[in-house]
């Protein structure tokens, strides 16, 4: 063997490792696994819990809301999955939405994102809009900060020197602050799907970005918009990369980091992509526990696969495939 | 003739920068009410919960609709 023909086999064999390291659904330490069972029968034929197209599912201050896009509503849930209220319903009225997208609930309220209307309004528990305040851009998702503030992502379609993913506003829409620069590339399809987040909140005030398709998926920002810096998951978490030819000699990638999250106490609850017949990613069946510090403390299996997650300090909250809300308690194998 | 072909030229002008106006009022509102119908469509391709690929697909076809609209109107 001649040593040009040596030495590339040597590099070429140190790639193949590179890559093996660097694989993303590399495998998994062994971590504590819990298995989530539902506690809520009834939900099976209560159509309060069934949803049209739901897109977003959060929990906060004892309540659950679930919003569904195509029927403009927000449902409002106890923490043991009781249905309390309905607001919203498709109209251009005050206390009607047209397109929602995200929801919090909480003791002042509930939050609520619109955006065909591009506005954020506030309702009292019997579904009175109290207060609105109106946004230059359509809110992909929104979050109640300490202090009546609202933190509003957007998705910028054609990003100028201006544009942010996060814009934060007092109650009244006033602008407070605005960070986080939108991924650019030219590729308006990948550049829209780089740039889809989900705000959570944390204790302290801080919040959590998670970008669901980058591989590098959470950034941490406090509550004046420092940033704070990428949260990066423990080696063996499962950031899918889904690969399709498109057209000759072109090719589509996009890593998956996560298909739904949820914080709670410090830990993030990350709902992992799963595949689907056709090798394409969607929605999952596990759900991965990890701390502020990247480390992943868990594995919770769920009964079935799930589009959306919400953790409370006791419970999971999750919509399934045919889009019902499931109430689950998780316990160790 | 002088004057004949002076007139000629200035109407030229006239309605050529007539046009031009009248393209460039027109113009920022067709191109805004695209991008307006471009984001909806961004949005209703999001809030599926769709797989990715089919995601991608559906977010080309609100990409090529807004070339089309840009293009054509």
Known sequence: MSTKRFVALFASWFWLLGQGLGAHDSPQPSWPRYRALDIKKDF???????????VHLAFMDGRLTAVDAEEATVSVFDAQGNFIVKVGGRGQGP?????????WPGADGILVSDGRRRRVVRFDERGQAREAFRLAFAPESILPLAGDR???ARNPGVPDKTSTI????????????????????????????????????????????????RAAGIRRFAADGRDLGEIRLERGYPVRRVKKTVGPGSTFEADVFCWHASFRAG????????WTDERDLGPGSEVYVAGTDGQVQGVIELPGKMTKIAASPDLLYAIDTDYRLRVLEVEKE | ?????????????????????????????????????WESCRTEALSRDASVIQTTLMLTICDIALGRCILYG
């Open chain 1, 44 to 54: 099976a034929t209560d159509e309060r819990a069934m949803f049209a197209r739901p």
């Open chain 1, 95 to 103: 206390a009607e939405l047209d397109f929602p997208t995200a929801a």
């Open chain 1, 150 to 152: 609202v933190l509003v």
């Open chain 1, 166 to 213: 996060l814009n934060c506003y007092d109650r009244w829409g006033r602008p407070l602050w605005a960070r986080l620069p939108p991924a650019v590339s030219g590729d308006r399809v990948a550049d829209t799907m780089s740039n889809v987040v989900i705000l959570l909140g944390g204790s302290d005030d801080e919040i959590f970005v998670v970008f669901r398709y």
């Open chain 1, 267 to 274: 830990r993030f609850y990350l709902l992992a992509a799963d």
């Open chain 2, 1 to 37: 003739m002088k004057r004949t072909i002076a007139l000629l030229l200035l109407s030229a002008v006239v309605v050529t920068t007539a046009l031009v106006v009248a393209a460039d009022a027109r113009a920022p509102r067709a191109v805004g009410e695209c991008y307006d119908n």
